[in-house]
T-cell receptor, first 117, second 109 residues
Framework: ETGVTQTPRHLVMGMTNKKSLKCEQH?????MYWYKQSAKKPLELMFV???????ENNSVPSRFSPECPNSSHLFLHLHTLQPEDSALYLC????????????????FGPGTRLTVT | GQNIDQPTEMTATEGAIVQINCTYQ??????LFWYQQHAGEAPTFLSY??LDGLEEKGRFSSFLSRSKGYSYLLLKELQMKDSASYLC??????????WGAGTKLIIKP
């Protein structure tokens, strides 16, 4: 596997379900990101991990819970979602120098298309 | 507030040239990115501008004017495979990436 992979590619879940999205990067990067992409809207940054430490959390509802066990893997745990959470969830990775800053281009995975019913 | 503006949709003809504009108002500036995203696929990096001027990469060029808060992506010799969305993103003073909503480019034969 090369680049950034995401599973599953498609997910349909009810509002009472619990599910997890998985992301894996094979690029040797040390920073990983979760984005939400809704139709005709800008990408919304949800979470940033730098060297496995969460450095950004852009006021995301607690029904979204990230987990970064190491610099190659990132999870997004989902529970009691709302229909408005239906969107494409993109994972990305990049180099990031210690001390912060999003200094390099990000490489994206293909995304998980999530539908909440 | 911070804002990135791009046209929602553009149409061009195969073999022609198209220019996709991006204007931005951000708290500080540390570079501007262009990404391409085909329907149902991941965004892929196209270009990065941090200084004023034109950067050329094959059929694609990107221009930046920091004083005007303006960039454009120029696509030459358009091919059908260039049909995609083009995303403009700016790094602000905190090195956060601020994204535009993207421009959907439709190429007609």
């Amino acid at each position: 596997e090369t680049g950034v992979t995401q599973t599953p590619r498609h997910l349909v879940m009810g509002m009472t379900n619990k599910k997890s999205l998985k992301c894996e990067q094979h690029l040797g990067h040390n920073a990983m990101y979760w984005y939400k992409q809704s139709a005709k809207k800008p990408l919304e940054l949800m979470f940033v991990y730098n060297f496995k430490e969460q450095t950004e959390n852009n006021s995301v509802p607690s029904r979204f819970s990230p987990e970064c066990p190491n610099s190659s893997h990132l999870f997004l745990h989902l529970h009691t979602l709302q229909p408005e959470d239906s969107a494409l969830y993109l994972c990305a990775s990049s180099h990031m120098p210690q001390g912060g800053s999003t200094a390099y281009e990000q490489y994206f995975g293909p995304g998980t298309r999530l539908t909440v019913t | 507030g911070q804002n990135i503006d791009q046209p929602t949709e553009m149409t061009a003809t195969e073999g022609a040239i198209v220019q996709i504009n991006c204007t931005y108002q951000t708290s500080g500036f540390n570079g501007l990115f262009w990404y391409q995203q085909h329907a149902g696929e991941a965004p892929t990096f196209l270009s990065y501008n941090v200084l004023d001027g034109l950067e050329e990469k094959g059929r694609f060029s990107s221009f930046l004017s920091r004083s005007k808060g303006y960039s454009y992506l120029l696509l030459k010799e358009l091919q059908m495979k260039d049909s995609a969305s083009y995303l403009c993103a700016v790094k602000d003073s905190n090195y956060q990436l601020i994204w535009g909503a993207g421009t959907k480019l439709i190429i007609k034969p």
